[in-house]
């Protein structure tokens, strides 16, 4: 299976991975605006919110998926950590995941491509997998196996097949928000996140 990478990604994300025994990330695209590639879905107290990884623009304007470098002159970490402390400071799995992700942030890691894997290896450790994971040397999209833009950030989840709703709880109000980053999940349900997981991919 081929694949874009995302940041912090979604439990639908995840789940695909998890079904496949080889996945390709795709590196020679073309970095896509306004997607999950540098972006994310937590849930707060005030609702939804999206963390967003700022990137460094080029003059030449498109660039390769594998040369888009992080842009920290903006404050985005600080923002990112205490938006996540602020969401899951009282989750149950809190103290035992938030170093981690402490630690990667702290790593200041250049590439976008290399912070995303970052934090999907480390999601891998803590529910015990281990991804078998190539990175693409050009781009060459073909329709056999082939996840590549399949999970967009401006279509509503339910239109695909990948995903389907399975309730756990949540550290705000009474409604449940389906199909957040994977940090919702494992903050709340550690590793018997592993649980709803295993459900998923045998939908």
Known sequence: MRIEIHYLPSIEYLSLLLSQEQVQFE?????????YRNRALIL??????????????????????????????QNWVRIHQGAIQAAYGKAPYFEYFEPYIRSIF??????????????????????GRKWNYSLSNSFEIEDKDVFWNYIQAKQDWRERNVYSELAYPQCFG??????????????????????????????
């Open 27 to 35: 590196v020679y695209e073309h970095f896509q605006k306004q997607t």
């Open 44 to 73: 707060g107290a005030n609702g939804i919110e999206t963390l967003t990884v700022p990137i460094q623009h080029v003059h030449a304007g498109k660039m390769l998926m594998k040369d888009v470098r992080i842009d920290y002159g």
């Open 106 to 127: 702290a790593k200041k890691i250049i590439f976008l491509v290399d912070l995303n894997i970052e934090y999907i290896e480390l999601f891998g450790r803590i529910l």
């Open 174 to 203: 009474n409604t449940f928000h389906p199909n957040l980053s994977v940090l919702d999940l494992l903050m709340n349900q550690g590793r018997d996140a592993n649980l709803i997981l295993n459900q998923l991919n045998k939908k």
